[in-house]
Every structure is written in C-alpha cells, then in structure tokens.
C-alpha cells in the first residue's frame, strides 16, 4: 500500500524556523517526482513545492521562494521541507503528495495526511 | 484570489446530477490536459478523483467525470448521494515557471 506520512508540524514564533518530513512507503521512492501543498485553515489547497526523483528539477510558488527549502533523501525514502523566516499566512496544514506518473505532470496522489504548522507570537 | 475560479457552492438532490466549473486561462487550463480534481471531506487530506482532464483512477466511481472546453474544465457528479456532499477542488499543470495552480474550492451540498 502506497502510504505517506508527515511529521514535525507545530508552533513556532515568526521570523523562526521549522522542518516537516514525509515518510513515504509502498512505492520506489526515488522514481517519482513529489511535492508539498498547504491549506489554511479554513482556506483552499495552495501548492509550495516540487523535486522530481532525482532532485535535478525544483520548483517553488513564489510566495515561498527564497524562505523554503525542498529536499529528499532517497536512501531514507524521505521528503522534507525546511520553512525559514515563517510569517503567520504560513500558517497551514502542510501535505506531502506524491505526482503518480513518474513525471511532472502538476497531480497529486496519494496525500498524506497532514501536518500542521502555526507560526504565531 | 486563486488562479482558477470555481463557484463557492453548489447544491443537488440526491440522484440528480451536478457540474462544478473550473475556469482557467490559456496558461494553464487551456494549455495543457492536465486539469486534476479532488475531493476533501472536512478534516481530511484530499483525494484524487479525476485526471488528465477526464482520466478517473482506480475505485473511482463511474459517476464521476471531468471534461473541458478551452480554458473552462468542469466536475459533474451524477446521481448524486450523500457522500459527495464534501469540497471539490480542480487544479492545473501551468508550466514550468508556474507549476501548479489551484482554484479556490466547491462546497458540494446534498439536499
């Protein structure tokens, strides 16, 4: 069974720092482009971010650019995100996804389940 | 304000059928086959019901269906049951400098 999990969601102050991860499951990982996409609270689906397989293409929303790090380690069958210089409209449920053609082609399944990120005084 | 627009919220009986439109621009929607949609039950992580514009995968049931015609896709959802009352969101590949695009979300009620 295909299976994606988050962890390392919680509150952090503004201007901080925090690092989400996936653990991925069922699947050979290192073959299949994957991709973080958020949700306020209350709000829609907004993607961040994408590495293909092989970590050769990147891609971030540029409302993230510049503060949020992509990356994976395929040996670990792991996908993270590092979030720096987080503001409080980071605020969000943040889900690992996973792009099921073994290319890049923008759709998502399976999801995780989600963590969430508070960035709050 | 999301790329894509969607209507907020819609509405049917149950056994009618329903259409959720996703209007897009000649960047994404109408650029590309590659409009997905997605169905959220409150709390939940989202769920891939149609791809490809028109691809439904694996245990998707049949009464679901995607189409498009230039830069507007559309959901339509027939026979319509209870367990569909949940959120609908259609999504587009929009190239390499943008990637991804979302619209901003339908809230499917079952009268």
């Known amino acids: 069974e295909v299976q994606l999990v988050e962890s390392g969601g919680g509150l952090v102050k503004p201007g901080g720092s925090l690092r989400v991860s996936c653990a991925a499951s069922g699947f050979t990982f290192s073959t299949y482009t994957m991709n973080w996409v958020r949700q306020a609270p209350g709000k829609g689906l907004e993607w961040v971010s994408s590495?293909?397989?092989?970590?050769?293409?990147?891609y971030y929303a540029d409302s993230v650019k510049g503060r949020f790090t992509i990356s994976r380690d395929n040996a670990k069958n792991s996908l993270y995100l590092q979030m720096n210089s987080l503001r409080p409209e980071d605020t969000a449920v943040y889900y690992c996804a996973r792009d099921p053609t073994g290319g890049t082609t923008g759709y998502f399944d399976p999801w995780g389940q989600g963590s969430l990120v508070t960035v709050s005084s | 304000q999301s790329a894509l627009t969607q209507p907020a919220s819609v509405s049917g009986s149950p056994g009618q059928s329903i259409t959720i439109s996703c209007i897009g621009g000649?960047?994404?929607?109408?650029?590309?086959?590659?409009v997905s949609w997605y169905q959220q039950y409150p709390g939940k992580a989202p769920k891939l019901m149609i791809y490809e514009d028109t691809k439904r995968p694996s245990g998707t049931s049949n009464r679901f269906s995607g189409s498009k015609s230039g830069n507007t896709a559309s959901l339509t959802i027939s026979g319509l049951q209870a367990e569909d009352e949940a959120d609908y969101y259609c999504c587009s590949y929009a190239g390499s400098r943008t990637f991804v695009v979302f619209g901003g979300g339908t809230k499917l009620t079952v009268l």
């Open positions: 590495i293909s397989g092989s970590s050769r293409y990147i």
């Open positions: 000649s960047s994404d929607v109408g650029s590309y086959n590659l």
